[in-house]
Protein backbone atom coordinates (compact mmCIF):
# COMPACT_ATOMS: atom_id res chain seq x y z
CA UNK A 1 0.00 0.00 0.00
CA UNK A 2 1.07 3.84 -0.43
CA UNK A 3 2.60 5.44 2.43
CA UNK A 4 2.91 8.45 3.87
CA UNK A 5 6.12 10.41 3.87
CA UNK A 6 7.06 11.94 7.04
CA UNK A 7 10.05 14.47 7.90
CA UNK A 8 11.22 16.70 10.47
CA UNK A 9 12.29 14.14 13.64
CA UNK A 10 15.08 15.34 15.54
CA UNK A 11 16.54 15.95 19.26
CA UNK A 12 15.51 19.01 20.77
CA UNK A 13 16.14 20.24 24.45
CA UNK A 14 13.13 20.88 26.34
CA UNK A 15 11.05 24.51 25.05
CA UNK A 16 12.46 23.63 21.93
CA UNK A 17 10.55 23.48 18.76
CA UNK A 18 10.22 21.41 16.08
CA UNK A 19 7.54 20.45 12.69
CA UNK A 20 6.90 17.10 11.00
CA UNK A 21 5.84 16.87 7.47
CA UNK A 22 3.33 14.13 6.24
CA UNK A 23 3.28 14.27 2.25
CA UNK A 24 0.86 12.21 0.26
CA UNK A 25 2.12 9.74 -1.87
CA UNK A 26 1.31 9.91 -5.96
CA UNK A 27 -1.38 6.97 -5.73
CA UNK A 28 -3.31 9.20 -3.00
CA UNK A 29 -2.49 12.86 -4.55
CA UNK A 30 -5.83 13.18 -6.44
CA UNK A 31 -7.67 12.41 -3.39
CA UNK A 32 -5.84 14.00 -0.57
CA UNK A 33 -8.20 16.59 0.30
CA UNK A 34 -10.90 13.92 0.60
CA UNK A 35 -8.95 11.82 3.44
CA UNK A 36 -8.85 12.71 7.28
CA UNK A 37 -5.32 12.67 8.93
CA UNK A 38 -3.76 12.06 12.27
CA UNK A 39 -0.84 12.23 14.02
CA UNK A 40 -0.34 9.67 16.50
CA UNK A 41 2.94 8.48 18.83
CA UNK A 42 4.55 5.85 20.66
CA UNK A 43 6.92 6.90 23.49
CA UNK A 44 9.31 4.02 23.97
CA UNK A 45 7.96 0.62 25.37
CA UNK A 46 4.50 1.95 25.43
CA UNK A 47 1.55 1.59 23.74
CA UNK A 48 0.50 3.83 20.74
CA UNK A 49 -1.89 7.14 21.34
CA UNK A 50 -3.83 9.70 18.94
CA UNK A 51 -2.23 13.63 19.42
CA UNK A 52 -3.72 15.33 16.80
CA UNK A 53 -6.56 15.29 14.29
CA UNK A 54 -7.85 16.85 11.43
CA UNK A 55 -10.74 16.51 9.17
CA UNK A 56 -10.94 16.97 5.42
CA UNK A 57 -12.62 20.24 6.26
CA UNK A 58 -9.99 21.54 8.50
CA UNK A 59 -11.99 20.68 11.49
CA UNK A 60 -8.72 19.47 14.21
CA UNK A 61 -8.81 17.98 17.60
CA UNK A 62 -6.04 17.62 20.22
CA UNK A 63 -5.09 15.15 22.86
CA UNK A 64 -4.95 17.28 26.38
CA UNK A 65 -1.42 17.19 27.18
CA UNK A 66 -0.42 18.61 23.88
CA UNK A 67 -3.11 21.34 23.70
CA UNK A 68 -1.48 25.20 23.31
CA UNK A 69 1.44 23.59 22.11
CA UNK A 70 1.13 21.71 18.93
CA UNK A 71 -1.22 22.41 16.00
CA UNK A 72 -2.17 20.33 13.30
CA UNK A 73 -2.79 21.71 9.56
CA UNK A 74 -2.83 20.96 5.92
CA UNK A 75 -1.60 22.83 2.65
CA UNK A 76 -3.72 21.30 0.60
CA UNK A 77 -1.83 22.19 -2.59
CA UNK A 78 1.28 21.06 -1.20
CA UNK A 79 -0.28 17.76 -0.46
CA UNK A 80 0.98 18.14 3.46
CA UNK A 81 -0.10 17.76 6.78
CA UNK A 82 1.86 19.48 9.64
CA UNK A 83 2.35 18.91 13.01
CA UNK A 84 4.18 22.03 14.49
CA UNK A 85 5.14 21.15 18.07
CA UNK A 86 5.98 24.20 20.21
CA UNK A 87 7.47 24.14 24.15
CA UNK A 88 8.20 20.38 23.61
CA UNK A 89 8.75 18.82 26.80
CA UNK A 90 10.52 15.13 27.65
CA UNK A 91 7.48 13.55 28.03
CA UNK A 92 6.74 14.39 24.09
CA UNK A 93 9.69 11.86 22.87
CA UNK A 94 8.23 9.30 21.06
CA UNK A 95 8.13 8.02 17.07
CA UNK A 96 5.54 10.29 15.51
CA UNK A 97 3.49 8.61 12.72
CA UNK A 98 1.37 10.28 10.10
CA UNK A 99 -2.23 8.50 9.16
CA UNK A 100 -4.83 9.32 6.44
CA UNK A 101 -8.01 7.55 6.23
CA UNK A 102 -10.13 7.79 2.96
CA UNK A 103 -14.60 7.93 2.79
CA UNK A 104 -14.03 4.59 2.79
CA UNK A 105 -12.05 3.87 5.34
CA UNK A 106 -8.55 2.71 3.64
CA UNK A 107 -5.46 3.54 5.68
CA UNK A 108 -2.16 4.91 4.80
CA UNK A 109 0.45 4.95 7.22
CA UNK A 110 4.02 7.25 7.33
CA UNK A 111 6.97 5.33 7.79
CA UNK A 112 7.46 7.03 11.33
CA UNK A 113 10.09 9.94 12.74
CA UNK A 114 11.77 10.14 15.78
CA UNK A 115 11.11 12.63 18.33
CA UNK A 116 13.65 12.75 21.26
CA UNK A 117 13.39 15.77 23.95
CA UNK A 118 16.25 14.97 26.73
CA UNK A 119 15.52 15.16 30.27
Known amino acids: QAQLVESGGGLVHPGGSLRLSCKAPRMITSVYNTYNFDWYRQPPGDQRELVAS???????DYLGSVKGRFTISRDNSRKTVFLQMNSLKPEDTAVYYCHGQSPLYQTHWGQGTQVTVPS
Open 54 to 60: ISSGGAT
